[in-house]
């Protein structure tokens, strides 16, 4: 049995096919259309809803509000959280103030992509004390609109954010706190529909116990690749275990040596310590798909699906990051770059899952750049990416890691590359080299995304650009390249 709140309503589901979407379950189960389906893949944000969270700020008990692509989440991850859609919004007859900023602005055309940017908007005004421009385009990049051209949205954002007043949510928040507490997960939950169920267990002991009773099962994390197979293949899924309520895989660790980040944490929340450390995989962060996805998707699981254009990866390769698998009792701990073995094969054990990731912290000298080349600056997957971990000292290089991402069937380290890098003096005819060699490391693939020709080239220019940031730091610029 899971419980969740729907905006303030308690809902429980015991008998629901696990497989279920959230939007359909709106959309079909509960009669509530104002969520829209324009996907069913996480790009265009029409299915956006919000989740709250219980939280605490400052010391301060509250609700964390958070936006969601509903077509990627699967009802039982709902599990003690709080449902808000555009349904909810509306209090005592009168629009919600992000929904009458939308109207003064003239924000909607066709309407069909309206409900989501509403979401967008609400989740933006809870979580700003004014309006910003850069955090609006941050938030509605994955709400894609055919009719406004966006100016008056933001115009939108900007009424909202700027006259901010107390609502319904603010009003109820002890009572929501309340009842998010009653229904707080204190055991293992099950949906199960007789043929298909889901798991939530609470710990990692539980859930090395559960897995290795079940090995078939599919770990649900932040679904944001998993619910693909659902919504655009059609598949069906028998058996899931839901991760999300285990806190030790949702912590992040810093000590002096190394950022140790749990599988579970979700991609928005791993930013503000690896943007602090490398301010280049902060900047890749921002372009990793929309905020709805990094809100919902986990940095484990971005490694766990092992896709050769994963943006996380090659960033992590190149750093040197470990990985610390677990089955049952015994844990062992891996580089990253020995995870992957081949297209979609890993070195993971049968009910053997990803607990954690150890990303070692910078040491003197050491400089790390980080590079997405895609067709969209936002939400787009990358044709190429490229790390570079590099130490040079008094114009030699002591030495390189580098790996790139849509080179190979894998995220995979230039070896070649690196050899003709290491104790050689920092100058252009060594980058040449190092970029003839990256023929040997690599024969990229050609597919929609780019030809093979343009992959190489530009994963040599990658490392020309490089150089030429490391050669003049006062000019430098690590905004991520795109084309």
């Keep these: 049995m899971i419980q969740f709140l729907l905006n303030r309503e308690l809902r429980t589901e015991q008998q629901l096919d696990p497989n279920v979407t959230v939007l359909n379950y709106l959309r079909e189960h509960l009669a509530k259309p104002g969520t829209k389906e324009g996907c069913a893949s996480g790009d265009c944000g029409a299915c956006t809803v919000v989740v709250g969270e219980l939280a605490n700020v400052d010391g301060r008990e509250c609700v964390r509000y958070r936006t969601l692509?509903?077509?990627?989440?699967?009802?039982?991850?709902?599990?003690?959280?709080?449902?808000?859609?555009?349904?909810?919004?509306?209090?005592?007859?009168?629009?919600?103030?992000?929904?009458?900023?939308?109207?003064?602005?003239?924000?909607?055309?066709?309407?069909?992509?309206?409900?989501?940017?509403?979401?967008?908007?609400?989740?933006?005004?809870?979580?700003?004390?004014?309006?910003?421009?850069?955090?609006?385009?941050?938030?509605?990049?994955?709400?894609?609109?055919?009719?406004?051209?966006?100016?008056?949205?933001?115009?939108?954002?900007?009424?909202?954010?700027?006259?901010?007043?107390?609502?319904?949510?603010?009003?109820?928040?002890?009572?929501?706190?309340?009842?998010?507490?009653a229904i707080a997960p204190a055991e293992t939950a099950e949906l199960n529909s007789g043929d298909k169920r889901c798991l939530l267990p609470l710990t990692v002991a539980d859930l090395a116990d559960i897995y290795a009773a079940n090995p078939e099962a599919r770990l649900l994390a932040g679904c944001t690749d998993l619910a693909l197979e659902v919504t655009q293949f059609h598949r069906e899924l028998p058996v899931m275990i839901y991760v999300g309520h285990i806190e030790s895989m949702k912590r992040i660790e810093v000590t002096e040596r190394s950022i140790e980040i749990g599988a579970a944490t979700a991609l928005s929340d791993c930013y503000a310590v690896l943007a602090q450390d490398y301010p280049d995989f902060g900047e890749l962060l921002h372009r990793f798909a929309s905020l709805q996805i990094r809100n919902q998707g986990t940095l484990g699981g971005n490694i766990g699906n092992a896709s050769p254009i994963g943006d996380a990866p090659p960033l992590l390769i190149a750093l040197g990051a470990q990985i610390v698998l677990r089955k049952g009792a015994e844990s062992r701990t891996l580089s990253l770059e020995d995870y992957f073995i081949d297209y979609k094969v890993t070195a993971r054990q049968e009910a053997e899952f990803i607990e954690k990731i150890i990303v070692p912290r910078p040491q003197a000298n050491q400089a790390f750049r980080a590079y997405k080349v895609s067709k969209r600056l936002d939400d787009d997957i990358s044709a190429v990416c490229a790390a570079f971990n590099l130490k040079v000292v008094d114009g030699t290089v002591q030495t390189a890691r580098i790996a790139f991402g849509g080179m190979a069937a894998i995220p995979k380290r230039a070896s070649a590359c690196e050899a003709v890098l290491k104790g050689a003096a920092w100058y252009p005819e060594i980058i040449e080299q190092a970029c003839a060699a990256l023929a040997e490391d690599f024969t990229p693939l050609s597919d929609f995304r780019a030809s093979k020709e343009y992959r190489l080239l530009t994963a040599q220019n990658l490392l020309r650009k490089c150089f030429l940031e490391l050669q003049a730091p006062e000019v430098e610029t690590r905004v991520t390249a795109y084309v």
């Design 69 to 181: 692509n509903s077509c990627l989440t699967f009802v039982a991850s709902l599990h003690g959280k709080q449902l808000i859609t555009v349904e909810d919004l509306k209090h005592q007859g009168k629009l919600h103030s992000v929904q009458q900023a939308m109207v003064d602005c003239h924000g909607s055309q066709c309407g069909f992509c309206t409900p989501g940017f509403v979401m967008s908007l609400f989740a933006l005004q809870k979580n700003s004390s004014s309006f910003s421009k850069a955090e609006t385009m941050e938030a509605l990049a994955g709400n894609l609109c055919r009719c406004t051209g966006y100016r008056p949205i933001i115009d939108a954002a900007e009424q909202a954010c700027c006259q901010k007043q107390p609502d319904q949510f603010d009003v109820f928040e002890a009572q929501t706190i309340a009842q998010l507490k």
